[in-house]
């Protein structure tokens, strides 16, 4: 199933996409290069004991699998609000913003391992989820305990000195108990397991999004980069959190849709969202237009003709276009919060993190 494809039609459009390339693949090689310094730099500080040696060598595999291979968007993200918030900044906060970033890569690859277990799924980044590697299975639990726990190992080696330590320290525990508990909403939609749309309302959803995703997607990495500009007024926090939750919302609907009609090659993961029976913006606007004989029967079954029918359905129902329609819409919407909502904050920090998923494929 495809969508119905969309060109880059206008002259400005391409000049903007070309510009948006060059400026980042260089800041990309950047913050990549920051990667096995500190996988290394954890193998040799900490765990340096010699009876933990092979402990060590699963956990650089753990992380060497787990860790690098997405799209980075959130860890870039940090590296780059901090370069639009601050002034000339000097190489060493550079390389800290990047370190900073890496985190967050931690955390996205901490979650995503959870909720692969979770969420029964095959492939992630194009490769077997970590939980169905021969030899890993549920020690997938401990590894992401693992991963979860570096972070605090990363911010103690380079930032414990640093004034703004336990606003890192503290935003990182609040994000993952926000996230932990969207991930419970998601996961608790059809409390009794069966075919109910009880709760499949927009505003559910919103709710699910809002802290399952857009929290530590989109308010953690621009908020940690405000923390190291020294940033810290409740108000302009506040602010930035409206646009950046509105952002997230965006972004989880592109992953639901994504999730039923992208291709697997692009996105390196292939679609549950129907077979889980989740609460997917998809299942929501399709219930809002469907009639009784419509909403019967294939959904939340791990049956793929079934599946089929579903995605028939949403096809039918002419999902794609309203999907269209929506990504549009946000965009605009988008940009008038961050006209109205960014005050002292550079406007160019929001409209980047914006350009760099709007429309995306994967
Ligand atoms: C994919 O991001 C991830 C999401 C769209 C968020 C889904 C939510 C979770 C995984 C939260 C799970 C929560 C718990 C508590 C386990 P992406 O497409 O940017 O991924 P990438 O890093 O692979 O590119
Ligand atoms: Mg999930």
């Known amino acids: 199933y495809h969508a119905p494809g969309r060109l880059l039609t206008t002259t400005g459009d391409q000049r903007h996409s070309i510009e948006r390339k060059t400026s980042s693949s260089r800041d990309q090689a950047y913050f990549d290069q920051i990667f096995p310094e500190l996988v290394n730099g954890l193998l040799t500080n900490g765990l340096h004991y010699a009876e933990l040696q092979e402990a060590n060598q699963w956990f650089k595999k753990v992380c060497e699998y787990n860790v690098p291979c997405g799209k980075k968007i959130r860890g870039l993200t940090v590296q780059h609000s901090y370069k639009c918030l601050v002034n000339k900044p000097n190489q060493d906060n550079l390389h800290l913003a990047g370190i900073l970033g890496w985190c967050v890569e931690w955390f996205q690859s901490f979650l995503l391992v959870a909720d692969d277990i979770m969420d029964n799924s095959i492939t992630r980044r194009g490769k077997s989820c970590w939980y169905r590697r021969e030899g890993v299975g549920l020690k997938a639990i401990n590894d992401l305990l693992y991963l979860e726990n570096t972070i605090y190992v990363i911010l103690k080696k380079y930032f414990s000195t640093k004034p703004y330590y336990v606003d890192l ?107 889980d029976n989740k609460c997917s913006w998809l299942v929501v606007q399709a219930l809002a237009k469907c009639n009784d004989e419509q909403r019967k029967d294939n959904y939340g079954q791990n049956d793929s003709a079934k599946v089929s029918k579903v995605k028939d359905l949403y096809i039918e129902l002419g999902l794609p276009d309203l999907y269209q329609q929506y990504e549009d819409e946000s965009y605009k919407q988008l940009m008038e919060l961050i006209d109205k909502l960014s005050g002292s904050l550079p406007k160019e920090m929001f409209v980047a993190y914006m350009n760099r998923i709007f429309r995306r494929q994967r």
């Not at 926000?178 to 709760?199: A, K």
């Not at 709710?207 to 190291?228: D, N, Q, R």
Request: hydrophobic share 35%.
């Open 169 to 275: 320290m503290e935003l990182f525990h609040e994000t993952a108990l926000q996230t932990i508990t969207g991930q419970c909403l998601d996961l608790n939609t059809t409390p009794s397991g069966r075919l109910d749309f009880t709760y499949f309302t927009l505003d559910r959803y919103h709710t699910i999004v809002k802290w399952k995703t857009a929290y530590y997607s989109f308010c953690l990495p621009v908020a940690l980069a405000m923390y190291m500009a020294e940033i810290t007024d409740t108000k302009t926090h506040g602010n930035a959190r409206e646009i950046l939750l509105r952002m997230g919302t965006y972004f989880q609907v592109q992953d639901d849709y994504l999730d039923c009609f992208s291709d697997p090659e692009l996105t390196g993961k292939i679609g549950t969202d129907i077979e």
